[in-house]
């Protein structure tokens, strides 16, 4: 059973906008560096995003800047990832991750454990 859950996926068209989150029913997000991560249809996984338990620090991959953001909300135990702007290549299944090292990082051997991940399908 994954200790981490992700919602949010769907079918969007080019240009449009969906919203992620990443919640446990139970583990305390508040205290992990949560990332997110993609894999696209014959590709390996790769790191879209990361933030620190503070939610001060933040990263991106560069295809994804200025088009994606991440948050995190404590009190309600989850993260999100904002979409927007969302492209043909962005097709994939994310998936969040939590790590307990301290950075923020889109290396995933760095996070501990995972979502099974949700999916996201951009096409007209």
């Known amino acids: 059973q994954s200790r981490l859950v992700e919602s949010g996926g769907g079918l969007v068209q080019p240009g449009g906008s969906l919203r992620l989150s990443c919640g446990s029913p139970?583990?305390?997000?508040?205290?992990?560096?949560i990332g997110w991560f993609r894999q696209a249809p014959g590709k390996e996984r790769e790191g879209v995003s990361c933030?620190?338990?503070?939610?001060?620090?933040?990263g991106y991959t560069d295809s994804v800047k200025g088009r994606f953001t991440i948050s995190r909300d404590d009190r309600a135990n989850k993260v999100f990832l904002q979409m927007n702007a969302l492209k043909p290549e962005d097709t994939g299944v994310y998936y969040c991750?939590?790590?307990?090292?301290?950075?923020?990082?889109?290396?995933?051997?760095?996070?501990?454990?995972w979502g099974q991940g949700t999916q996201v399908t951009v096409s007209s």
């Open positions: 991750a939590a790590s307990t090292r301290n950075m923020c990082t889109l290396t995933e051997e760095y996070y501990d454990f």
């Open positions: 139970g583990v305390a997000l508040e205290f992990y560096y």
């Open positions: 933030i620190d338990p503070y939610g001060d620090k933040t």
